[in-house]
């Protein structure tokens, strides 16, 4: 027996991902309903040989509806998720609209999959920040290991994550250049093509952007309050994947050949280091993967206990669509959607 599911934001750069990703999965469904914005009405997508044709979200019937995945942006979510979490469907929500919310879980399966338990309160469970996602999928099993006290990480981030207007401007600013000039910047404060912007979205009043300030809570809200973090997020020429240099500082001493063979055994992670010219992942290799790769493992001479870390991952697969399915898959191995839940 299968689900009915209900993906939102079906036109979007994640919303296909996760039609993608259902499919690739084999994410046991009876019926699929691709949901966009009225004037989207129509719009067809595809999952595996069939074509769907966009339903308007204001008109859609949710209350048959097994699981939702959302991905149309904060404002819709925070206006909507709740009333459909109280229907028969769990919302799983790709926004920031919820992620922060005391009754809302936020969930990476590797990392703390029992709080999954807890989406009964609001109906919704919500999907992290894409940086935060692949962040805590590589310190969760140090952690448990040998305790960390303290991460600076800096993120390399690729436009695909500021959606599909941000990855046309950047194809279009870089071929402008070559041509007539570019243009003046639109989605991005300055240009993005051969360059990089240590920017992303709203600055704070203690100087650090809001971006930075997710990296922070949700880190603290998924894994352990105790961890200190700082962040800085940099918008980088690079149409998919983010890359992420991070600095740890733990308890205890972790040797890196210690630190390696941990990581190469953790779930959802693969590790590619050698010390030797292309013995790295990069963004380009991680596109369409699943995994969160890990390289450059190494000590941090200069704290007691320290190493530092190169992590990469396809922000559109592990990111976002990926991660929101596997909290599905999670749910129904744990009998907690639809018929099961009540059962």
Known sequence: MGYRVAVVGATGAVGRELMAVLEEVNFPLDDIHAIAS?????VEVSYADRILRCE?????????VD??????????SRQHAERIGRTAAVVIDNSSAWRMHPQVPLVVPEVNPD?????????????PNCSTIQLVTALKPLHDEARIKRVVVSTYQSVSGAGKPAMD???ETTKGLFVLGADQPKHFTK??????????????????????????AETQKILD?????????VRVPVFVGHSE????????????DEAREILREAPGVQVIDKREDGGYITPVEAVGEFSVYVSRIRRDPTVEHGLNLWVVSDNLRKGAALNAVQIAQLLDDRGLIGGKAAA
Do not use: Y
Not at 69 to 76: C, E, T
């Open 38 to 42: 009225r004037s989207s009405k129509g």
């Open 56 to 64: 308007d979200f204001e008109q859609f019937d949710f209350s048959g």
């Open 67 to 76: 699981v939702v995945l959302m991905s149309a942006g904060a404002d819709l």
């Open 115 to 127: 709080a999954v338990d807890g989406f009964r309160a609001k109906g919704i469970i919500a999907n």
């Open 169 to 171: 401007e950047l194809w």
């Open 191 to 216: 240009q993005i093509a051969f360059n990089v912007i240590p920017h992303i979205d709203d600055f704070l009043p203690d100087g650090a952007t809001k971006e930075e300030w997710k990296m922070t």
């Open 225 to 233: 309050p105790s961890i200190q973090l700082t962040a800085t997020c």
């Open 245 to 256: 240099a991070v600095n740890i500082e733990f308890e205890t001493e972790m040797d890196e």
